[in-house]
């Protein structure tokens, strides 16, 4: 984006920052992401409780945090992103009616008598969430500098540590205290508020357009959704992007829901005490990890395009080792400490690879993209990820009884060096693919 157009949609030029309308919009995305992990992942502190309380099996946990939400999810967010890359849909309007969607499913989750109940309700709030970070990925483009971008998508992706944080803590002390039930509806009830603030104070930047650069944007060629995935798959290191990320939202959802159960289980910890030491590991580092591989990939990939993944890569490699030793040990806060660092190392990605993402297309299929991502990504990770793993405990349970779990554990932290290759893959192409808009 030049300065020209920066400043023909009220956006500061890159040299003096962003302005204050934009900041006001990165913010107001940010809650709303933390809203949209808070009421995505909050069963999974919840998911003992729900378990005994409903007569549920591994499985059918797995399948309630992963399939019933991630199906639904993944095969509308195509089509909304279609509908958000148009030139005439208002992005603001659709993320405020998103949120109020799953805001309300997540509170009518905790009404829920039986699985059936609770698998519908739970796939309510997949319908809604689909509806928002396309979206929110297409407008942060539109107003932020590309050598600014990684940095501004990794500070709206501090919603998923912050939001997973909230879920842990709120969950754990609500569920304690009241149930599952009113721990459900305390965090779904705050959105439809929230989504009022995003309708009246956000602003759509392609309204506050000049009549000029309406007119260029009128004049830009539209992509069918054919031409916008033929656009999208021809670059390899996207290709490679989206595997790396599909496999770490396998792992990282499956992780999410199973490491809780499994300091529950073979530690021992009630959901309070699980829930606030799992905040330490997925919710601050997770914020520290996602902020630093934003923050390093601007600083490095100013110099050189390929390390916007260096860190990435690298750090999922290191990762690996770390976690497993994690796993092993006996004491839980040993356990707890060793999470730690590569909790760090395994969120780095999200504001370079999602950076990355929308400089490799035009304009008119960022959101597109971002949907493909947002497919792999929920589809393979959450769809498969929390719902294999609960298969693969049941399964080991003859063996290993009450340290299943951990059994699965083990080689999830392994599999952490798949994503590491990808993403070394995909940082040698980003030199020549990269677009300069």
């Known amino acids: 984006m030049t300065d ?24 107001i995305l940010l809650i709303v992401y933390i809203f949209n992990f808070l009421d995505r992942q909050i069963v999974n502190i919840l998911a003992e409780p729900i378990k005994a309380d409903l007569g549920l099996s591994d499985t059918q946990l797995g399948l309630l945090a992963g399939p019933a939400f991630a199906v639904f999810y993944a095969l509308l967010g195509i089509p909304i992103a279609r509908y958000a890359d148009k030139d005439g849909t208002n992005r603001v309007r659709l993320i405020a009616l998103a949120l109020a969607i799953w805001s309300a499913m997540t509170a009518v989750c905790g009404l829920a008598q039986n699985f059936v109940q609770l698998l519908f309700a739970r796939i309510g709030v997949g319908v809604g969430e689909a509806g928002c970070t396309p979206a929110a990925h297409s407008l942060i483009s539109d107003s932020v500098a590309p050598e600014k971008r990684s940095s501004a998508i990794a500070f709206y992706g501090l919603g998923v540590p912050i939001g997973s944080l909230l879920g842990l803590i709120i969950g754990g002390i609500v ?33 506050s357009r000049t009549a000029e650069a309406a007119a260029t944007a009128a004049a830009v060629t ?13 670059s390899r290191a996207f290709i490679y992007i989206l595997i790396a990320s599909s496999v770490v939202a396998f792992l990282g959802y499956g992780k999410a829901l199973w490491t809780i159960s499994f300091f529950i289980r073979s530690h021992g910890l009630s959901t309070t005490e699980a829930g606030l030491s799992m905040a ?45 030793l994690g796993y092993f ?55 498969f990820g929390p ?32 994503p590491a290759f990808f993403f070394w893959r995909a940082s040698l192409r980003l030199k020549a693919e990269l677009k300069s808009g």
């Not at 890159?14 to 900041?23: D, I, K, L, Y």
């Open 222 to 234: 539209r992509l069918s959704t054919g031409e916008a995935m033929r656009e999208i798959f021809a």
């Open 4 to 27: 020209k157009a920066a400043s023909s949609q009220g956006i500061a030029s890159p040299a003096t920052g962003v302005s204050a309308q934009t900041r006001t919009m990165l913010w």
């Open 280 to 324: 330490v590991v997925l919710g601050l580092a997770g914020v520290f990890g996602t902020w630093l591989g934003g923050k390093m990939a601007d600083k490095f990939g100013a110099r050189d395009k390929r390390h916007i993944l260096t860190f990435p890569a690298y750090g999922m490699a290191l990762a690996a080792p770390i976690l497993f």
């Open 387 to 418: 719902f294999l793993f609960g298969v693969l405990s049941d399964a080991l349970q003859p063996l290993a009884g009450q340290e299943s779990v951990r059994w699965v554990l083990y080689g999830a932290a392994w599999l952490g060096l798949i």
């Open 329 to 383: 040990m006996e004491d839980w806060r040993i356990a707890v400490a060793l999470l730690i660092i590569p909790t760090i190392l395994n969120s780095a990605y999200y504001g370079p690879a999602y950076g990355c993402v929308q400089g490799l297309v035009r304009p008119q299929a960022r959101a597109v993209a971002a949907s493909v991502m947002l497919f792999g990504q929920n589809l393979i990770g959450l769809g």
């Open 175 to 207: 569920n304690d205290l009241y149930g599952w039930r009113i721990a459900l509806m305390m965090v779904g009830a705050p959105g439809l508020l929230l989504a009022l603030v995003v309708l009246f104070v956000m602003r759509e930047p392609r309204h």
